[in-house]
């Protein structure tokens, strides 16, 4: 199964991502998480990223194209994949087109999740996040255990640094303006289902599951 993620920050692209990684058994290939690694790993890609990523802006296409055809190229990405946050324009888009298309292989869905602004800034302003596994939190909607430890490898969670205010509002800025153009791309290609993402985690994973059973390989 290979499918997209598409969707505003903050509407719960990780979130589902990663269960519908471990329900269908394929690899999540999420961008966001692959450069945090990387800035928190002080490597030149992450020197490089840091800026763009603190101001809620997008990352050049070229730096995260390369990132994600050495992710493709991967043995564990035959299996299927979802990508959570790619692409996140057209010129990505068009270069994930081909090379999928090299491999000789193709989308099968790419699902957008639909949220309201006012739900989104509330899930951005109360989530806290795994610096060491990427786990989500949020502080009212899916609060760890403890409080303030991730339940799954116990670091301390912190807040990442672009759910700022300043940076959220860029963050949706850049996404209408050069994200939201996708919805129409994949539409055009027959492949995007609309998906409604304001409920629970429980039931918008629910609603997801059934959307991608049919593709389901493993
Ligand atoms: P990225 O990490 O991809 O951030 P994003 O797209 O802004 O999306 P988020 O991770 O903020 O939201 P999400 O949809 O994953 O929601 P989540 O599940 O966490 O990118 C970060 C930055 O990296 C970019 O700004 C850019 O600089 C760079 N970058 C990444 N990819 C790039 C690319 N392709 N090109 C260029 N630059 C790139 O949920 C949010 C919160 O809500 C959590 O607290 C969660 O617990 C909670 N929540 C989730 N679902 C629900 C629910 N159903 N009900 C209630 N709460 C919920
Ligand atoms: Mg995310």
Redesign the pocket.
Known sequence: MRVV?L???????????DRIAAQFKIVKI????V??EAVRNQTPLGRE?KS??D???????S??IGL?RDKLDEPGSANGFVL??????VP?AEELGKVLESKRVNLDRVVN?Q?SRE?II???S????CPKCQA????D??PSKTGSACDRCGEVLVQ?S??RRE?IEM?LK??DEQTAPLIRYYSDQQLLTELD?????A??FQNLSQVLEPYRTT
């Open positions: 993620f969707g505003a920050p903050g509407v719960g692209k990780g979130t589902q991502a999420s961008t966001g998480d450069l945090r990223a763009f990523m101001q809620g802006k997008l990352v050049p296409d730096v995260v994600v959570d946050g790619f692409p996140r324009t990505q999740f949220v739900d509330k899930r951005l109360g989530r806290r996040s989500t939190f949020h502080l909607f899916a990442r672009d759910d940076a963050r850049v996404y993402g304001s409920g629970a985690v039931t918008v």
